[in-house]
């Protein structure tokens, strides 16, 4: 590709700062606009980009390139409460919209912490479901609560490659329409005496833990 040339650059500036109009950058696109701090070896500034493949966010992409700390406050005068009540109206104060693409939170050398009165994450597919909220970490994910609920409307399904306990100091209490059970003994190939007390009875009243265990049932 050659190079890009803009007979109308235009620059103001001092010492301290610049800002510029249409200049040509290294990547040989146009910079419709651009605010340089001089003072920090061209690693604080901010452009908004004319030219370049639109399909990536090249044209029309703005980029914010700070060393030191990036702070936005908002809301301070907006009413979320009404007088007198305790029900907020979910005034929005920040907006933030991918119409497409990703967006990514990276901390990779520190934390992000979300902090509000309540926090609430939803997941909803194109067409109402394929939404899916995943939870994965290296070591440990911990839930701590007053009260945690886990509702399933077609399946719940907790998994562990080695140990489960379930411990209750108080009171464990186990509801369901059919309750089944299976140990390691059932893997072994023999059936249990209770799904086989006569070692006649067919393979369909044996528990489905039970098949699953002994490679019978996926």
Known sequence: MSQKINYHQQYIG??????SFGNVRTSNEICAFQVVNKHDAGRHYIIMQETGDKNVGIRGGTK???PG???VRTGKDIKNYSKNS???ENQQAIFYEAENGDILLSAPRGKIKLQAEAIELNAKGFDGKTGVIELSADEKVLINAQNVDIQGKVSTKIFSEKTVELIGYNIINIYGGLVDFADRTTKGGKPSKSCYPDRAVSDQHVSINEKRHRGKAK
Do not use: R, S
């Not at 001092?14 to 800002?19: A, Q, W």
């Open 64 to 66: 914010v390139y700070c």
């Open 69 to 71: 700390t990036f702070e």
């Open 86 to 88: 305790n029900n907020p």
């Open 14 to 19: 001092n010492d301290h700062g610049e800002i």
